[in-house]
């Protein structure tokens, strides 16, 4: 947890400009490609921002990282491979780790990187390149991210081992997770959750982006995870239901001591926040595409008034 | 032949001693999987991870991240089937330091289909970054540990427990990738694993004394198979090559010999002994043997159908052999 955090206005101020950027380079990203993962941009501007700016204490990056390219794949043979990590900062026992665990919010995550000047912008135009290390789902050796998390369910379980270890080490930064509710249909996911609460893993805290969407509709329609708080709850965790759009409010949790229990931040999100033109997408809002040029229009605008 | 019971169990905790860095994780399997003394002497060190494997797999990928060295015990089943993606997204991928013993091998089990690891080999061979061992008997359960252990990146490997034979020497400890060369011949090649090599050397004994000249490795590292022993063994003989394991016969040993054969241009026969593309069922690790074709008497009529010859040796006549530990061919002693 960050041991200076700004004063409230003055960080608010930033966490919001910053969304707001966020949003924008996605979406200026969305039209040069013809789609991406807007929605998920427009709930998750703030959680990132909040994350980045006040909740997380993370090493500084000494300037904007310029992506390196693909470095092959992790193996003895290959010393040249490394982790997206060095983008969150260098490995201390008393800074934080940052875990993305729907690596389908990696381009989420870039923007964010480049708002908060951990990556430089070059890094985006990198995105989904042949031989380039930005991949569209976030990989270990994408900028950001640190373990492997593209088959959903695995990123918690895999942090959960890494608060294990810090707390047994006596290291004091604690393990941020992010999720995504429809990551709560996944058993692995609730195995995880037991795991924490029975073993008092109280170092890791997990802000969950609850936008209420999945791929083929809305999260009540494919499977229900709701009363997702109450479940939590029930498992042992530390549950604070929050407007996911209000940096204080998301960031105020952080700061109150769990006595064992996992933290949980549940993010209510809007998945068109920010650009009210995508709500005519409902109810697929996962992946953004425009099928007529005309169907653009809306998103040119709005990128022009940003 | 000398038995030795829980070799695992009193091992792991001797050799565990002075290693902080050691973890072991359990899946309720504790006293099944010989880890039960580890949790007794070292309990801070051991991580209670319930009925749930595949968090227990992802959260040994985390571990690894963190410098430990995660050692996950369970029923081989429950590693490679039913967290199988976490095997290979948080572990292999990564090429994390876990190492994974996986218990009851194939038929070793009355427990039937469900805790029968019959394809464990093909799959985690198939991993890159994986490498597979299995143990052949009291002396290889212990001394792979340490190798494994050393060995940088993931491990699987299929273990043994309970009341293990000696068949090796413990002058001769388990070596990653190092076949061992139980008897030199030009007739037959014969590669065996695990449980199946003290049938195997039941049967190439008295085959032998009926005349039968054969190359016999044991292979204790499934991944990889490099070693130059295996091209040797499969250039040098004259009728063709048996594979025996306790295992299917699709993309275990016998796979892994077709593929030196054919990438070699060995153009000879190969039989493969193992279960063939069937499942199993409960009973006890004799009937199956009997049932699978897994045993001396089996590989006696594979032997005899592959060099055209008939040895008249009967079940008695099996019954009757007397093992001892057999040195492998790379010593002095061995001849």
Redesign the interface.
């Known amino acids: 947890m960050n041991p200076n955090p700004e004063p409230l206005n003055d960080w608010k101020t930033k966490a919001e400009l910053t969304a707001k950027g966020i949003r924008r380079r996605v979406l200026e990203h969305t039209l040069r490609h013809d789609g991406g993962y807007l929605s998920q941009a427009c709930s998750s501007a703030e959680l990132f921002a909040t994350l980045y700016l006040n909740v997380m204490n993370l090493g500084p990056a000494p300037q904007p990282i310029v992506p390196k390219p693909f470095p092959g794949?992790?193996?003895?043979r290959n010393l040249s491979y490394f982790t997206g990590a060095a983008f969150n900062g260098p490995r201390d026992p008393g800074t934080d780790r940052f875990i993305l665990s729907p690596a389908q919010y990696a381009l989420v995550l870039y923007a964010a990187l480049i708002e908060t000047g951990r990556m430089a912008s070059e890094g985006l135009e990198q995105f989904n390149q042949d031989g380039s290390s930005v991949e569209m789902i976030g990989a270990?050796h994408s900028p950001g991210m640190e373990?492997?998390t593209?088959?959903l369910?695995?990123g918690l379980?895999?942090?959960?081992?890494?608060?294990?270890?810090?707390k047994?080490?006596g290291e004091t930064g604690r393990v941020w997770v992010f999720m995504s509710d429809g990551e709560f249909q996944i058993?692995?996911t609730w195995?995880?959750v037991?795991?924490l609460s029975?073993?008092r893993l109280d170092n890791l805290g997990i802000y969950v982006d609850v936008n209420r969407q999945q791929c083929d509709g809305t999260v009540k329609s494919v499977m229900n995870v709701e009363p997702l708080d109450e479940r939590l709850r029930s498992f042992g965790a530390a549950v604070h239901v929050v407007n996911g759009h209000d940096p204080a409010a998301l960031a105020f949790p952080a700061r109150i001591p769990t006595a064992g229990k996992p933290l949980v931040v549940l993010a209510e999100t809007s998945p068109f926040q920010g650009m009210p033109f995508l709500a005519v997408n409902a109810p697929k809002f996962h992946y953004v595409r425009f099928k007529r040029p005309e169907d653009r229009a809306p998103f040119e605008k709005a990128l022009r008034e940003f | 032949m000398e038995m030795v019971s829980r070799v695992h169990a009193k091992n792991l905790v001797e050799w565990a001693k002075d290693r902080p860095e050691v973890l072991v994780l359990s899946a309720d399997l504790t006293s099944s999987t010989e880890i039960d003394l580890f949790r007794d002497a070292y309990p801070d060190r051991f991580?209670s991870?319930?009925i749930?494997e595949?968090?227990m797999?992802?959260?040994?990928?985390?571990?690894?991240?963190?410098?430990?060295i995660?050692l996950v015990h369970t029923f081989a089943v429950f590693i490679y089937r039913r967290a199988y993606?976490?095997v290979a997204?948080?572990v292999a991928?990564?090429?994390a330091n876990v190492k994974m013993f996986g218990f009851l091998p194939g038929i070793t089990t009355p427990g039937g289909a469900t805790h029968q690891a019959i394809e464990d080999v093909a799959l985690m061979r198939a991993l890159?970054?994986m490498t597979v061992v299995e143990a052949g008997d009291a002396t290889e359960m212990k001394t792979l540990l340490p190798v494994v252990a050393r060995h940088?990146?993931p491990v699987y490997v299929r273990s043994l427990r309970g009341e293990l034979p000696r068949l090796f020497p413990e002058s001769e400890p388990f070596q990653l990738d190092v076949p061992r060369v139980l008897s030199r011949g030009t007739d037959v090649a014969l590669f065996s694993s695990g449980i199946c090599t003290e049938e195997a050397l039941r049967a190439t004994t008295i085959l032998k004394k009926k005349g039968l000249s054969i190359q016999h490795l044991h292979i204790s590292t499934h991944k990889p198979f490099q070693h130059p022993s295996i091209l040797e063994a499969l250039s040098s003989v004259r009728h063709g090559v048996i594979t025996m394991e306790n295992h299917v016969v699709t993309g275990g040993l016998g796979s892994a010999v077709a593929e030196r054969m054919a990438e070699e241009g060995v153009g000879k026969r190969l039989v493969r002994i193992g279960l063939l593309d069937t499942f199993s069922h409960g009973a006890s690790k004799p009937y199956l043997m009997r049932e699978h074709g897994l045993d001396a008497l089996a590989l006696v009529k594979k032997v005899e159908a592959l060099v055209g010859a008939r040895f008249g040796i009967g079940e008695k006549d099996l019954a009757e052999v007397r093992l001892e530990a057999v040195h492998s061919g790379s010593k002095a002693e061995a001849l």
């Open positions: 794949v992790p193996s003895n270990e373990v492997t593209g088959s369910g695995q379980s895999q942090a959960a081992g890494m608060a294990w270890a810090r047994r080490k058993g692995q195995e995880c037991e795991s029975h073993h | 991580i991870l319930g749930a595949q968090n797999l992802s959260f040994a990928g985390g571990l690894a991240r963190e410098g430990f995660p993606d976490q997204m948080s991928y990564p090429n890159p970054n940088p990146g």
